[in-house]
């Protein structure tokens, strides 16, 4: 039986919508066992999680550094979904808070942005690359969460 092979990726956010798709999980475990393969998801997976493409990829949180930046372009490269999941990958924000700082407070902390590779501005996800679906909220909405996998369940012929 087919599967729709997925991904979960997370960025700068506070990872509650992972939490909240661990929860569905819970609901939903023995209808998606026989529906999807997770391919690269560091939180249900140790060993052999190496990101190696998947037809759907989760993308939680925005984009805070150049690595960050390098990281969701090979992602976008090696999936033929991208789903933005969450307000701080469909908006920058709350991540992107940053971006709003007075001239004052940018340029002290200008040292630690250089430092540590972060971008000048923190990105919402489609600022990067083409995003096929977003899922709203912190945490994520989950009614739209849920209907946008049925949507992907059927773009993709799994039963």
């Known amino acids: 039986m087919k599967k729709l092979n997925v991904s979960w990726v997370t ?21 998606w066992k026989e529906k999807i393969e997770f391919k690269y998801c560091p939180f249900l997976k140790g060993k052999g999680n190496d990101f190696e493409g998947s037809d759907v990829t989760f993308v939680e949180g925005a984009i805070a550094t150049k690595e960050d930046e390098r990281r969701l372009l090979e992602i976008r490269q090696k999936s033929k979904k991208i789903v933005a999941i969450g307000s701080c990958a469909c908006t920058g924000l709350p991540s992107a808070q940053r971006n709003m700082f007075d001239e004052p407070t940018r340029k002290e902390i200008m040292i630690v942005i250089e430092r540590f590779g972060h971008l000048e501005k923190v990105h919402p996800i489609k600022d990067i690359v083409k995003v096929d679906y977003q899922v709203p909220g912190c945490p994520m909405d989950e009614k739209i969460f849920l209907q946008t996998l049925d949507k992907l369940f059927e773009e993709f012929g799994i039963r």
């Open 11 to 31: 960025f700068a956010c506070c990872e509650d919508s992972t939490i909240l798709f661990i929860e569905l999980l819970n609901k939903h475990f023995f209808e």
